[in-house]
């Protein structure tokens, strides 16, 4: 079946006439014997690529990285599956209509390439057959964080120097250094969960940085507090640690101890996940004595290191 310029409705292999990656394999095969490629990483859009195998992966739509199902027009011109159902069933490039064709003689040839981790400039070392790729970067553990501030959807990424410094210079959060803290929160008007309140302190202790979270939620009918510690860095790191956090006044006391989580975890489930210290909202004014129409609490607590 050769490429032609009719419209193709219902076939389901096509093979394109492209021939710079029949080149490109017959050359790995001589070259190294075995057709296994590995290609330096250049996601990046615009960098030119130094391999003809990589350019063709790349979807001339959007410039992504292509994964089956990798679609074709009745004149060859490949483009991924999302910018498939974006372009609305009409080639970018040629104008025809795309039908249902696709380019499993280039999804092969992906299969036996393998690329580094897209990371790889944040540290990993890893190399992977092109369909796995994806995968791990999914949790590859140099994949940049997301910024811990709660309360506002805010969209930075970044390592975790970069993350301690825009808490710091963009959500005026407090830095403080130390494994044990005492902290008043105060709220002149505590009823309104609904405009929930998120407090964020950042402590600098054991070389690391740890969130101290502080926010009023709805849990079932009744308004609670909670506070919480969450690491910056892997789940895995975090197990080595631990914190107690106490709240109390009039001569009664709560306490709790936990272990932090990471920042990977968002800050909403692990309050949807109630691991942390919970406040009611009635005990909450009953600690802050007076009137009880003020919230004034003291919460003291310390982070230590598990031998
Ligand atoms: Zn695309
Ligand atoms: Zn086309
Ligand atoms: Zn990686
Ligand atoms: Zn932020």
Redesign the pocket.
Known sequence: MAPGGSVCKEVVEFYPKLTKYDVVMAKAEKNNTSVKLVVGSCEKHGTPSTNGVHELLE??????L?YPPIHQCPSGHT??S??KIRVQNCCPTCRLELGNIRCLALERVAESLELPCRYQSLGCQDIFPYYSKLKHEQHCRFRPYSCPYAGSECSVLGDIPTLVGHLKDDHSVDMHDGCTFNHRYVKANPHEVENATWMLTVFNCFGRQFCLHFEAFQLGMTPVYISFLRFMGEDSEAKNFSYTLEVGGNGRKLTWQGVPRSIRDGHKKVRDSLDGLIIPRKLALFFSGGDRQELKLRVTGRIWKEQ
Do not use: E, F
């Open positions: 979807c001339p739509v959007c410039t992504n292509m483009l991924c999302n910018c």
